[in-house]
């Protein structure tokens, strides 16, 4: 059974930094992108971020890009994204998201419980 498990999400104040981590279980995903979405209150949930499988190509929403950097770890099967110059609008619950080959070819197939990120103004 395939499980995507986030951690590292919690309260930090604006301007601030944090990394969220997204480790998998139940099958190796070093041959699919990986990525990120996050659900804000009251709105519906928008992508993040994704990363191919070599990591080295990478694909931003603009009110993050320059922001947020994603990155994985293949030999831990596990993806990150770290956090900067936090905002009060990036308050969200941050989805982790594994697809089925690249992020070119459709949406993820496998979808994490999600960590809540809190930022204070």
């Known amino acids: 059974q395939v499980q995507l498990v986030e951690s590292g999400g919690g309260l930090v104040q604006a301007g601030g930094s944090l990394r969220v981590s997204c480790a998998a279980s139940g099958r190796t995903f070093s041959g699919d992108s990986m990525g990120w979405f996050r659900r804000a209150p009251g709105k519906e949930r928008e992508f993040v971020a994704a990363?191919?499988?070599?990591?080295?190509?990478?694909y931003y929403a603009g009110s993050v890009k320059g922001r947020f950097t994603i990155s994985r770890d293949n030999a831990k099967n596990t993806v990150y994204l770290q956090m900067h110059s936090l905002k009060p609008e990036d308050t969200a619950v941050y989805y982790c998201a594994a697809y089925s080959g690249s992020y070119y070819d459709g949406g993820p197939t496998f979808w994490g419980q999600g960590t809540q990120v809190t930022v204070s103004s």
């Open positions: 990363i191919d499988w070599s990591g080295g190509d990478t």
